[in-house]
C-alpha cells in the first residue's frame, strides 16, 4: 500500500523546499505546514525583490531563478552573494526589526516563497517544535556566517 504523504512522495517544491537547510530536518508533514505560511511570488530578470534600507519584513526561499544580493557601498558590482535554487535569504528580518542592509534582485526570472515574519511567529505559537527546529537551525548558519567573516577578516580576505 502506497502512502499518498509518505516522505518520499514529495512534490517538486517540498523537495526543493527539503532541499533547504532551514528546513532539511523537518518530516514530510511538517513541510507542508511550512509550506502552507508560504507565499510565492515572482520575478523578472533584474526585478529588485528588495532595497538596502527597506524594513525587513520576510525570509525568502528560492525555488527556481537565481537571487543576487547586492551591497553598492562596497566598490566594484558590489556583489555580496548570489542565491540559488534551495537557498534562502533575508533570514535577519525574522529575528529582528533592522533595515535591509543590502538590495535583493533577480538575476533571472525567479520564484521564491516568502516567509513573513509574523507567519513565523503564528507558526512559534501553533506549531512551537517545528518553529524551534527552524529557529536552531537558522542560528547554526548565523553562527556558521559570522565565524566565515571572522575568519575571512583576520587572515586579511574581508572586512567584518
Not at 532539511?24 to 515572482?42: F, M, N, Q
Not at 525587513?56 to 531563478?65: D, E, I, P, T
Not at 520564484?111 to 542560528?139: K, N, P, Y
Request: glycine residues 8%.
Amino acid at each position: 500500500m502506497v502512502k499518498l504523504f509518505s516522505e518520499t512522495n514529495l512534490s517538486p517544491r517540498l523537495e526543493t523546499l527539503r532541499s533547504v537547510s532551514l528546513f532539511a530536518d523537518l518530516k514530510a508533514k511538517e513541510l507542508r505546514i511550512v509550506d502552507g505560511l508560504l507565499h510565492e511570488r515572482s520575478y523578472v530578470a533584474d526585478e529588485v525583490v528588495f532595497d538596502e534600507g527597506e524594513d525587513g519584513q520576510a525570509l525568502y526561499v528560492v525555488f527556481s531563478g537565481e537571487v543576487l544580493i547586492v551591497h553598492p557601498t562596497d566598490g566594484g558590482d558590489g556583489l555580496v552573494a548570489t542565491v540559488k535554487s534551495g537557498e534562502f535569504f533575508g533570514d535577519m528580518a525574522l529575528i529582528d526589526k533592522w533595515p535591509r542592509a543590502a538590495q535583493a534582485r533577480a538575476a533571472a526570472p525567479t520564484v521564491v516563497g516568502v516567509l513573513f515574519r509574523s507567519d513565523f511567529q503564528t507558526l512559534m505559537e501553533t506549531h512551537a517544535r517545528i518553529a524551534s527546529r527552524i529557529a536552531l537551525q537558522l542560528a547554526r548558519e548565523m553562527g556558521q556566517r559570522l565565524r566565515q567573516r571572522v575568519d575571512a577578516a583576520a587572515h586579511g580576505r574581508g572586512k567584518l
